[in-house]
Protein backbone atom coordinates (compact mmCIF):
# COMPACT_ATOMS: atom_id res chain seq x y z
CA UNK A 1 0.00 0.00 0.00
CA UNK A 2 1.19 3.21 -0.58
CA UNK A 3 2.39 5.58 2.17
CA UNK A 4 0.50 9.11 1.10
CA UNK A 5 2.50 10.75 4.03
CA UNK A 6 6.21 9.09 3.21
CA UNK A 7 5.36 8.86 -0.83
CA UNK A 8 6.60 4.91 -0.39
CA UNK A 9 4.75 1.90 -1.18
CA UNK A 10 2.31 0.72 -4.12
CA UNK A 11 0.35 2.94 -5.77
CA UNK A 12 -3.50 2.38 -5.05
CA UNK A 13 -6.04 1.95 -2.48
CA UNK A 14 -7.25 -1.94 -1.78
CA UNK A 15 -9.77 -2.40 1.17
CA UNK A 16 -9.29 -5.95 0.34
CA UNK A 17 -5.57 -6.07 1.12
CA UNK A 18 -6.21 -3.96 4.51
CA UNK A 19 -8.60 -6.36 5.75
CA UNK A 20 -6.11 -9.25 5.11
CA UNK A 21 -3.80 -7.41 7.29
CA UNK A 22 -6.35 -6.81 9.66
CA UNK A 23 -7.45 -10.54 9.74
CA UNK A 24 -3.16 -11.60 10.19
CA UNK A 25 -2.99 -9.09 12.90
CA UNK A 26 -5.16 -10.35 14.89
CA UNK A 27 -4.49 -13.85 14.27
CA UNK A 28 -1.13 -13.42 15.03
CA UNK A 29 -2.20 -11.70 18.21
CA UNK A 30 -4.71 -14.52 19.33
CA UNK A 31 -2.14 -17.47 18.42
CA UNK A 32 0.83 -15.97 20.24
CA UNK A 33 -1.06 -13.41 23.06
CA UNK A 34 -2.75 -15.65 25.47
CA UNK A 35 -4.43 -12.50 27.30
CA UNK A 36 -6.07 -11.38 23.79
CA UNK A 37 -6.73 -14.89 23.29
CA UNK A 38 -8.76 -15.31 26.89
CA UNK A 39 -10.40 -11.93 26.76
CA UNK A 40 -11.67 -12.29 22.79
CA UNK A 41 -13.03 -16.06 24.29
CA UNK A 42 -14.50 -15.07 27.28
CA UNK A 43 -15.95 -11.80 25.66
CA UNK A 44 -17.55 -14.07 22.56
CA UNK A 45 -19.28 -16.34 25.46
CA UNK A 46 -20.96 -13.50 27.33
CA UNK A 47 -21.76 -12.08 23.69
CA UNK A 48 -23.36 -15.04 22.64
CA UNK A 49 -25.46 -15.42 25.87
CA UNK A 50 -26.59 -11.49 25.59
CA UNK A 51 -27.60 -12.43 22.02
CA UNK A 52 -29.39 -15.78 22.74
CA UNK A 53 -31.41 -14.11 25.56
CA UNK A 54 -32.20 -10.74 23.25
CA UNK A 55 -30.22 -8.48 25.38
CA UNK A 56 -29.27 -5.97 22.33
CA UNK A 57 -28.34 -3.49 24.01
CA UNK A 58 -26.22 -5.65 26.78
CA UNK A 59 -24.70 -7.35 23.45
CA UNK A 60 -23.73 -3.94 22.06
CA UNK A 61 -21.81 -3.00 25.47
CA UNK A 62 -19.96 -6.33 25.50
CA UNK A 63 -19.00 -5.67 22.01
CA UNK A 64 -18.09 -2.12 22.51
CA UNK A 65 -15.89 -2.77 26.04
CA UNK A 66 -14.45 -5.84 24.08
CA UNK A 67 -13.44 -3.96 21.43
CA UNK A 68 -11.57 -1.28 23.71
CA UNK A 69 -9.82 -4.32 25.53
CA UNK A 70 -8.34 -5.73 22.55
CA UNK A 71 -7.27 -2.22 20.74
CA UNK A 72 -5.26 -1.91 24.51
CA UNK A 73 -3.84 -4.74 24.56
CA UNK A 74 -2.72 -4.86 20.66
CA UNK A 75 -1.31 -1.21 21.27
CA UNK A 76 0.58 -2.55 24.20
CA UNK A 77 1.91 -5.29 22.69
CA UNK A 78 2.96 -3.55 19.53
CA UNK A 79 4.81 -0.59 21.82
CA UNK A 80 6.46 -3.08 23.92
CA UNK A 81 8.01 -5.10 20.97
CA UNK A 82 8.88 -1.35 19.20
CA UNK A 83 10.63 -0.71 22.40
CA UNK A 84 12.36 -3.85 22.45
CA UNK A 85 13.37 -3.58 18.56
CA UNK A 86 14.63 -0.31 19.69
CA UNK A 87 16.70 -1.41 22.74
CA UNK A 88 17.43 -4.39 23.78
CA UNK A 89 19.40 -3.77 27.06
CA UNK A 90 17.58 -2.38 30.16
CA UNK A 91 16.55 1.37 29.90
CA UNK A 92 14.62 3.26 32.05
CA UNK A 93 13.14 5.69 29.70
CA UNK A 94 12.27 2.53 28.11
CA UNK A 95 10.95 0.98 31.31
CA UNK A 96 8.90 3.58 32.24
CA UNK A 97 7.41 3.53 28.28
CA UNK A 98 6.47 -0.03 28.94
CA UNK A 99 4.58 0.86 32.10
CA UNK A 100 2.36 3.53 30.80
CA UNK A 101 1.67 1.70 27.77
CA UNK A 102 0.39 -1.65 30.74
CA UNK A 103 -1.17 1.25 32.71
CA UNK A 104 -3.30 1.76 30.17
CA UNK A 105 -4.34 -1.25 28.94
CA UNK A 106 -4.83 -1.84 32.62
CA UNK A 107 -7.67 0.67 32.66
CA UNK A 108 -9.45 -0.92 29.52
CA UNK A 109 -9.49 -4.20 31.36
CA UNK A 110 -10.45 -2.83 34.81
CA UNK A 111 -13.46 -1.75 32.44
CA UNK A 112 -13.68 -4.82 30.63
CA UNK A 113 -14.22 -6.77 33.81
CA UNK A 114 -16.71 -4.23 35.04
CA UNK A 115 -18.79 -4.20 32.33
CA UNK A 116 -18.54 -8.09 31.91
CA UNK A 117 -19.61 -8.62 35.65
CA UNK A 118 -22.56 -6.40 35.31
CA UNK A 119 -23.74 -7.97 32.74
CA UNK A 120 -23.32 -11.81 33.73
CA UNK A 121 -25.27 -10.31 37.09
CA UNK A 122 -28.33 -8.96 34.98
CA UNK A 123 -28.33 -12.10 32.61
CA UNK A 124 -28.00 -14.71 35.10
CA UNK A 125 -31.44 -14.35 36.21
CA UNK A 126 -32.92 -14.94 32.70
CA UNK A 127 -31.12 -18.11 32.66
CA UNK A 128 -33.07 -19.74 35.80
CA UNK A 129 -36.08 -19.02 33.67
CA UNK A 130 -35.67 -18.71 29.62
CA UNK A 131 -39.31 -18.82 29.23
CA UNK A 132 -40.18 -16.02 31.35
CA UNK A 133 -37.90 -13.28 29.26
Known amino acids: ?6 GTG ?3 Y ?5 LAVIGAGLRYAVLNDFSVLYKAALSLLVLG ?18 GVV ?4 LFNT ?5 CDFVETRHDEKIRIIKDIAAAATGV ?6 IVLAANLL ?3 PHLARPAAR
Open 108 to 113: AILAWW
Open 78 to 82: AIEAL
Open 10 to 12: EPG
Open 14 to 18: HPLRK
Open 70 to 73: LAAE
Open 49 to 66: LALWLHAWVDAAIILLAT
Open 1 to 6: MRNKFL
Open 122 to 124: DLW
